[in-house]
C-alpha cells in the first residue's frame, strides 16, 4: 500500500454512507489485520457491498492470509462445506479463493494467487492507458469474480472505487445521477445492468457526463441494445471483454470502432489478447489461454485440475472461431451445445437470432435432455396477438427446421442471479418440474 505514503489523501472508496481515503484505508486495514494471527490461512468474509468488506480484504491481506469472500445470506449448509474445504487448501500466496456453483450442485474454489492478479492488473492498465485519475464504479457483488477487477486495479492504480448502492439499479435516473455526482469515468458492468438503462431511454433525459469508458463482461450484450447505447453516447469507447473465473481478470478484449452500427443478427467479437496472454484455439476450436493470470486450481479436486489447468494451460470450456481480423468469435459453451435429431448444434445461435427479433426483449434457450427438446425462453417488449407462432415464423427465417425450438415459454420477468446475469439454474428447474408434473 505504497500510496498511503505517496498520496494519503486521495480518495480510495466511495459507498453510499462514507468514504476514506488511502492513508485512512491502510491505517484500519494495518490495525484490523492483528486480529488475524496465523500465516497462509484463509478467512471467509461476508461480503456486504460497503466499504467495511474491502477494509477486511485487505486487512487479511495485510496479515500474510487470504480471504474467501461470500454472499452475506449464504446457506449455513454451504457455509460450513466453504469453511472445512480451505482447511485443507495447501497453495502458496494466494490471493483469494471465489468459490462459485458446482456442476454437482456444491460449491467449486478458484484460487487466485498474487502473481495472478498483479500480471492482470499490470496488463489490463497497460492495454487501456488507465491511469490514478480514474473513478471507477463498482456493480458487481462482491463475492462474484468481476467485482476483483474494480477492486484490484483501483488499487494498482491508485484511483478512487465508487461502491454503486444495489437499489440504484432499479432507477436508471438516480443511477445516473449518482455516477454524475461521483465524476465516474469508467464502468465495468454486466450487460443487463446496461440493458435496462437502454430500455427505459433513460439516457433521453439524463447523461453520465464523465465517463469515458464502458466494460461490459459475463454474458451476452444483445446487438440491437448496444447499437442503441452507443448512438446516445458517441464519444464513449464500449469494450467486450471476455474472461472467466479460472483466470485473474479477462484475457480477450473487443474495443468497438467509433460509429460503427454493428450487425444485430451476429454475434459481438470476444476480440483480441490482453497484453501478454496467449490465446488460440486447440484442434477441436476450445479456447486455451496461456498467461501468469491462470488461477492455481480448485480446491481438493484433483481430476478437475488434470482436465482444466494443463501444464499451465487453461481449457476453458468455450469454442470459438477467429474472422479476418484475428478477432475471437464465440461459438458455443460445452454445456451450450448439444445433439438433437441426429444433429449436434449450438444453443447459443439460436439465441442470437431469437434476440435479434423486434419485439423480443430477453431470451435463454434451454435442452429438456430428458424430452429431447429445445426449450426457448422469452420476455416481450411488444405485445403479440399470437407470440409463439409468429418467434416460429421469425425464426424459421433464419434457422434451419432442427434448430426450431420445440417449446416456447413466455415469462413476465427473465430470472436473474445475484449478479445480474440470467439466472439459467432457475429455468433448468422449471424446466425439470415441467417435465415431472407432464
Known amino acids: 500500500m505504497k500510496y498511503a505514503d505517496e498520496k494519503p489523501d486521495k480518495l480510495a472508496l466511495v459507498d453510499d454512507k462514507n468514504n476514506i481515503t488511502y492513508g485512512q484505508l491502510f491505517k484500519r486495514a494495518t490495525e484490523l489485520s492483528k486480529k488475524y494471527t496465523t500465516k ?14 474491502i477494509i477486511d480484504f485487505y486487512a487479511i491481506l495485510l496479515s500474510g492470509n487470504y480471504y474467501v469472500p461470500v454472499d452475506p445470506q449464504i446457506p449455513r449448509e454451504k457455509l460450513d462445506y466453504i469453511t472445512e474445504t480451505i482447511k485443507t487448501n495447501n497453495y502458496e500466496n494466494t490471493l483469494y479463493i471465489m468459490f462459485t456453483s458446482g456442476s454437482t450442485g456444491l460449491p467449486k474454489g478458484v484460487v487466485k494467487s498474487h502473481e ?6 499490470h496488463n489490463f492498465i497497460k492495454t487501456f492507458n488507465l491511469t490514478s485519475d480514474e473513478i471507477i464504479a463498482n456493480q458487481t457483488p462482491f463475492n462474484f469474480d468481476a ?33 454524475n455526482e461521483h465524476k465516474v469515468s469508467a464502468i465495468c ?22 465517463i469515458k469508458k464502458i466494460f461490459f463482461v459475463g454474458e451476452v450484450f444483445p446487438i440491437k441494445y448496444l447499437n442503441l447505447l452507443i448512438a446516445e453516447l458517441p464519444n464513449v469507447d464500449f469494450i467486450n471483454l471476455y474472461g472467466l473465473t479460472e483466470i485473474a481478470g479477462v484475457c480477450l478484449y473487443y474495443k468497438i470502432p467509433k460509429n460503427k452500427i454493428l450487425k444485430e443478427d451476429t ?7 490482453l497484453l501478454n496472454n496467449k490465446v488460440y484455439l486447440d484442434e477441436n476450436g476450445e479456447v486455451c489461454v496461456e498467461s501468469e493470470q491462470v488461477a492455481l486450481g480448485y480446491t481438493n479436486n484433483h481430476e478437475k485440475n488434470k482436465e482444466v489447468f494443463v501444464n499451465g494451460m487453461l481449457k476453458t470450456g468455450d469454442f470459438a472461431r477467429i474472422d479476418d481480423n484475428n478477432n475471437f468469435i464465440f461459438v458455443t459453451r460445452k454445456d451450450f451445445q448439444i445433439k438433437h435429431m441426429g444433429y449436434r448444434l449450438e444453443l447459443q ?29 422469452l420476455v416481450l417488449s411488444k405485445s403479440r396477438d399470437d407470440p409463439k407462432k409468429e418467434i416460429i415464423l421469425d425464426l424459421r427465417k433464419k434457422l434451419p427446421a432442427y434448430m426450431i425450438p420445440n417449446v416456447i415459454e413466455i415469462l413476465d420477468t427473465m430470472p436473474q442471479n445475484a449478479n ?16 415431472k408434473d407432464n
Not at 116 to 121: E, H
Open 40 to 53: 497462509n490461512k484463509g478467512y471467509v468474509v461476508k461480503a456486504e457491498r460497503n466499504i467495511e468488506t
Open 349 to 377: 445461435e439460436i439465441e442470437t437470432f431469437a434476440n435479434a427479433i423486434e419485439y423480443v426483449d430477453a431470451c435463454a434457450c434451454l435442452y429438456d435432455k430428458a424430452n429431447e427438446k429445445i426449450v426457448l425462453f
Open 189 to 210: 458492468w454486466v450487460p443487463s445492468a446496461l440493458i435496462i438503462i437502454v430500455k427505459l431511454k433513460t439516457l433521453e433525459t439524463i447523461k453520465p457526463q464523465f
Open 267 to 273: 454475434a459481438l467479437p470476444m476480440g483480441l489478447p
Open 420 to 435: 445480474g446475469k440470467i439466472d439459467r439454474n432457475n429455468l433448468q428447474r422449471r424446466i425439470n418440474k415441467n417435465g
Open 116 to 121: 495472478n492478479y498483479l500480471a492482470f492488473v
Open 147 to 179: 467485482s476483483a477487477k474494480d477492486i484490484l486495479v483501483s488499487l494498482a492504480l491508485c484511483a478512487t472505487l465508487v461502491i454503486v448502492p444495489k437499489m440504484l439499479f432499479m432507477f436508471p435516473n438516480k443511477l445516473i445521477g449518482f455516477l
